[in-house]
């Protein structure tokens, strides 16, 4: 009987590692955009992420365990992405489109190097960048050919959570203090990452940030379709400018000129 049930589990361990590449190249919908099982991962990265900004909270009186606590959320995403393309070279499925270079996959580095070092201008562009790239990823995740439960949902909806869990828990500890004055170093950052990514994605075939073609179930595109490609590039980075711009608007009154950060 032992052995009926390991027969019977491998096939879906086996489907559970599938990498993403694998699901895209069937072409199916797996994820429905904003579907039960979309909702349910939404949910549970919302409960995690406040369970982990209230244990962060709790180590408030103890230094030293609050920045373990810091460096293992924050190297937590860098850890499943090294999961999930550690699966794509054991499935041979590795592509460049596999490569770490979505600007979220930046924002994972940006939370650690953060951590590490509490590097101010680090801390601005993580708060603006992160924070929309993560979101944005969450609400129209771009693995919807892998089905809810799989390595490619668990690392992508994961990742994306510790990220915004990170931001909070040291936006809200008073590290990260956003300011006015400081919303143009997210917005060169995202001007940077687009100047060089848009030009590899040409070289490469690949659609890093989503400006070689837009992906299914986001606002993307529609945009496409309303202004054709790359006509929706121009729409698409202004909408994330003003929203990464939006965010240091409310801290006007929390960061003046030789408050310390």
Known sequence: MCHTRSMELMPAIEEFMTPLPV????GEILLP?????HLAWLAACLCAGVALVLMHRRLGEDSE???RFELAVALAPLLLLGIHSSSMLAWGAFNPNCL???ICNLCEILALVYALSGERNVGDVLYGVGIVGSLAALLFPGWSNAPAWSLPSVCG????ALVLAFIAMKVL???IRPSRRDIWKPLVFTALYLAAIYPLNHLLGTNYAFVNWAPYGTPLLAWEEAF?????IAVYALVFAALEAALFLPWRAEATPGQPR
Request: charged share 20%; no cysteine.
């Open 23 to 26: 699901w895209t190249e069937r």
């Open 33 to 37: 955009l904003f579907g039960a099982g």
């Open 65 to 67: 365990k609050q920045r």
């Open 100 to 102: 770490p270079l979505h």
């Open 157 to 160: 909806f994961v990742e994306h």
């Open 173 to 175: 500890d008073g590290s």
């Open 228 to 232: 054709g490609n790359p006509g929706y």
